[in-house]
């Protein structure tokens, strides 16, 4: 009796064994949609005309030694996010070839992109700053046309889409940034907030409709840490910066927009009790180095590594890339890259702070790979 329930003991153990090393990635694929934070070469493909310096060193100088269309000098958190699941870096959809396999994934984000349709920002007269038109609604056509080539039937698309992780973003970045960096008040970005919103909601929910059923949303990065909006709105109060030097009006403008967000995606989730819907808080996890750089091995987190000289090396008519411009001599050593990107170093540390936790609600699936 005992021998006979020891067989059955081992058969069950080596049968589930068997199912864990052979199945050992919680994902098979990722889709990704967003702007330049994880843009991985869509920008570039789609022309860049205005912008073609992102298509030079020194982006890309640090791990991919070659400029690749990420707006950084390496990996942005979406390749992070796919070497920790064991997946190889997502294609952007407009460099796809013919027979190229995309089974384990496509990134659709697009620098410059937009929640907003583009019309939007015609209308208000700022459409000739816009680095794109393929807003978010464009990206989610873009995966529908490719959808067939993933999937056919439903019962196909069901069972592959739930081993598929989804990321809607960060996306709405841009939304507020066109608007401020033309002269808009911080009055004006909080009226745009709920139609922000509501774009990002109105795509997640296009997704799960189309069978997605694991997403991640992130919300907006401290952006009164930025070099950028630290050179365009730098003034000789005081009281508009807090103790690290960052602007206090505009990084609670993006704690605003996140608790809308936030309390949208708590909405989509009862509408949707079968998907699980990620917020990944983008703001608390690059606050920390913004806040403690030394801590996370930063000699400073507020000059760009990459620029044409100021106060904090951002300079818009020497951009990274750009005659007169330069990059210091260790990114690793700095958050900021160019002003208004971060550099791989920061984006490694916000990834590993979504994986390994406490910056996701839910936690992320844990994954197999240490980042």
């Known amino acids: 009796m005992k021998i006979h329930m020891l067989l059955i003991m081992t058969f069950f153990t080596f049968g589930f064994l068997d199912k864990v090393v052979s199945n050992p990635h919680p994902f098979e694929a990722i889709f990704n949609f ?9 920008f570039l493909a ?3 005309i205005l912008f ?4 030079k060193l020194p982006y890309g100088e640090t791990f991919f030694r070659h400029a690749t269309g990420r707006c950084s000098d390496g990996r942005l958190v979406i390749d992070f996010i796919a070497e920790a699941y064991g997946l190889p870096y997502l294609p952007p959809y407009l460099k796809l070839t013919k027979g190229q396999s995309i089974h384990h994934g496509v990134n659709f984000a697009v620098a410059g992109a937009t929640a907003l349709d583009s019309e939007f920002f015609i209308k208000k007269g700022i459409g000739k700053i816009m680095w794109t038109n393929d807003s978010l609604n464009i990206q989610l056509e873009w995966f529908k046309k490719l ?10 698309c069901d069972s592959y889409f739930k081993r598929a992780l989804f990321l809607v973003g960060e996306i709405g970045g841009n939304d507020y940034n066109y608007a401020a960096f033309v002269g808009g008040n911080i009055t004006q970005l909080f009226a745009n907030v709920p139609l922000v919103v509501e774009g990002i909601i109105k795509a997640t929910s296009a997704l799960i409709d189309e069978g997605a059923v694991e997403l991640v ?4 990065l401290p952006i009164g840490c930025s070099a950028v909006y630290l050179t365009i709105f730098r003034s000789q109060n005081k009281e508009i910066y807090d103790n ?3 602007l206090k009006a505009f990084n609670a403008f993006a704690q605003y927009h996140n608790k809308q967000l936030n309390l949208a995606l708590e909405t989509l989730r009862h509408k949707y009790p079968h998907a699980r819907i990620i917020y990944a808080d983008y703001y608390g996890a690059a606050l920390r180095f913004f806040h403690e750089p030394g801590h996370f091995g930063f000699i400073g987190s507020l000059r760009a590594c990459c620029g044409g000289g100021g106060p904090l090396n951002f300079n818009n008519s020497a951009r990274c890339g750009h005659i007169g411009s330069k990059a210091c001599a260790n990114p690793s050593t700095h958050a900021n890259w160019d002003g208004i990107h971060l550099t791989e170093a920061a984006y490694r540390h ?3 702070s979504l994986i390994d936790g406490p910056f996701s609600n839910p936690p992320f699936k844990s994954s197999p790979f240490k980042i």
Request: charged share 15%.
């Open 46 to 48: 789609s022309g860049a």
């Open 350 to 352: 916000i990834a590993k």
């Open 244 to 246: 690290h030097g960052c």
């Open 34 to 42: 967003g702007d330049s934070l994880s843009d991985t070469g869509n």
């Open 52 to 55: 073609p310096f992102i298509g």
């Open 217 to 220: 949303v992130p919300g907006n």
């Open 147 to 156: 959808k067939p080539s993933l999937c056919t039937t439903k019962q196909d």
